[in-house]
Structures are given as C-alpha cells and as structure tokens.
C-alpha cells in the first residue's frame, strides 16, 4: 500500500486541519440566572426577579422572536439622539429596576377564565359608550387595568370591605345615593364603584412606558399583564444602589405573612390534620380505663392555644347599657350581676 499524502508546509508550520467556526450565543438571558434578593421584599415572596426576566419566564420558549424582541431592549448611545432612544432608555430601566415579588404561579386554567372575562369586560355596554366619546378609545394597557379593580371588588365577600390590594386605594362601591348624585366624588368608568381620590399607580399604569410592554409580549400579553397584577407585587425603584423601592401593585406588604412563618403554619396545620390515635389502640389500665399516660397526652391534644382564640371585633360593644338609680350610664360591671 502506499503512504498517506502529507499536507504540505508552508513557512515551516502545517496549516491547520480544520478552519475554525465561530459560533454566536443568544441574546435571550438564561432563566436559571440569579434570582433578586432584597432585604425586605424577599421576606414576603417566594421569588423575586426582575420585570425582564419575569416577563421572559411567561412567554413561551418556542416564540423566540419575542423572547429576543424583549432582550433586546437596551439603552441607547447617549450620543444619540431622537424620541425614539429616549423611549427605548426609559423602557429599559423600567424592565431592569422594576422588581416583580410572585406569590403564585398562575395555572392555564386560570389564564382562560380571566381571558373570557376580559372579553366580557371589554365588550360591556359601558365599555362601548367610554370608547364612544371625543378621545377616542381606551387603550389596551388601560382596558387592562380597569378589569383588574373591578375584579377586585366584584371578587370581595362582604360589601362595605375594601380588597386588599394596592390598586383599589382611593375606590369604594357605590351606594344607591352616591350612584345618581356623585357628591364628593371623582369621574370613575367603573360600574358600581366610586374615586374618593386619584390613584396614582393607576395612572402609572396607563401611561407609557407601561402602555410599551403590551406591544412586546404580543399574543399572549394581555395574560401576562393580568397575571403581573393579580398573583404578583410589583415595586419600581426610586433608588437602586440604596435598596428603596415604592410598591405600584399587588397585596400591600403590611397585609402578607413572611414567607418563614407562612411555612411554619403549614407544618402545623399539616400536623393537627394527622388522625389521632383512636381509644381502642390506646393502652389500657386497670378495669378498662386508659393509663394515666395516656390520658396526659389526651388532655393536652386537646388544649387550646391563646392565638387560636377568634374574637370579632364587629360583634363587640353592642349589648344595652346598664343605668344606674339616676338614669345615667353605669360603667364597668353591672351591682346585678350575681
């Protein structure tokens, strides 16, 4: 047989068997980057990221054009000039500073019903004569928001409470006086509720460049953003490098439970939902009656706590006053009570 051919030389070195590929990594963030931590914020939610990377989270990984769409908003040169990089700069602080708190992950089940009752909301007769009037339709951000406090309150048990959230602040439901008259009242689109005061994160909300981000998520946005304003708190930063942030939405931090505690009740709660031992596998004493020991362990299963004492502050201080010979308001307890 005859020997390979070698490769000639050139300049006393072999050039190389093979040219050298460069390969490009993707622009799109990895989700298993570190998560934000915050010395209070991290306290009450189980994860903490940033706007960007939750919104990069909810959008499918099949869609990689509008993973690599939200990516790639950055700040321009500040050489540059034009509304259009001044836009694109705010846009980029806000999904970079914006800390988004998750409570829970939102299920598809849930996503399809606030998607059918958005459709509803939407086309409801008093959607249609607000989007009737000289300025024009409601945008969608806005639309969007709407849903979400009226949710709230249609979804609160009793009627004179306010949900606990940050979006209904400066809202209360009508009442058949204030529905005709509107004294002391601000404009509100809202069926059945009524603006004591100007919210400002609502205002936040509908204007840019929180009306930007829609235009980015795409088909699935409106899912998004409902799921950002419902199951999330949401705190834009005032000054980052110090660690203040100023909460925009979700459960008011004062009204959550941190998450240690959350977790401790669980277990207990996990703890007494365990059978008890029946009465029959229970050792016996003396004449069929249960051991000492037993008995012991019984009667402190079955003592209360002072914490699992519910007392109702509405049913209190409601009984008649006791009056004294004189007519007047006896204080304290009553010389009949035995």
């Known amino acids: 047989m005859g020997k390979k051919r070698k ?9 190389e068997d093979l040219p050298q590929l460069s390969f490009q990594t993707s622009t799109v963030p990895d989700e298993d980057s570190l998560e934000q931590t915050h010395p209070v914020i991290s306290i009450y939610y189980r994860r903490v990221v940033t706007l960007r990377q939750y919104l990069l989270e909810r959008i499918p990984k099949s869609s990689k054009s509008r993973r690599r769409r939200i990516a790639s908003v950055r700040s321009h040169d500040p050489s540059g000039a034009g509304c259009s990089g001044d836009q694109d700069e705010e846009l980029s602080q806000l999904l970079d500073t914006t800390l988004v708190g998750i409570l829970k992950e939102p299920t598809a089940g849930c996503d399809q019903e606030r998607r059918r009752e958005l459709a509803e909301f939407t086309a409801s ?14 945008c969608p951000q806005a639309e969007i928001v709407d849903y979400v406090v009226s949710t709230l309150f249609n979804r609160s048990t009793f009627s004179y409470q306010r949900p606990k959230h940050i979006l209904t602040h400066g809202f209360e439901r009508a009442n058949g006086l204030q529905a005709t008259t509107r004294n002391n009242t601000l404009a509100c689109s809202l069926r059945g509720i009524v603006a004591r005061f100007p919210n400002k994160n609502i205002q936040s909300l509908k204007r840019a460049p929180w009306t930007d981000i829609l235009g980015l998520l795409g088909s699935n946005g409106e899912d998004i953003m409902t799921s ?35 977790v401790e009740t669980q277990t207990l709660n996990a703890k007494v939902a365990q059978p008890t031992i029946s009465s029959s596998s229970r050792p016996v004493g003396v004449a069929g009656n249960p051991s000492p020991k037993s008995r012991a362990e019984g009667g402190r299963s079955d003592i209360s706590k002072p914490n699992s004492v519910v007392l109702f502050r509405r049913r209190m201080l409601y009984a008649r006053p006791a009056f004294d010979a004189k007519g007047q308001v006896q204080f304290g307890l009553s010389s009949r009570r035995k």
């Open 125 to 138: 007769p008093d959607r249609s004569l607000l989007a009737s009037t000289d300025t024009g339709p409601p």
């Open 228 to 262: 950002l304003l419902f199951d999330c708190g949401v705190f834009t930063a005032i000054d980052c490098r110090k660690g203040i942030y100023y909460q925009l939405s979700g459960i008011p931090l004062s009204d959550l439970e941190p998450m240690n505690k959350l």
């Open 7 to 15: 490769r000639p030389f050139k300049n006393g070195q072999a050039r």
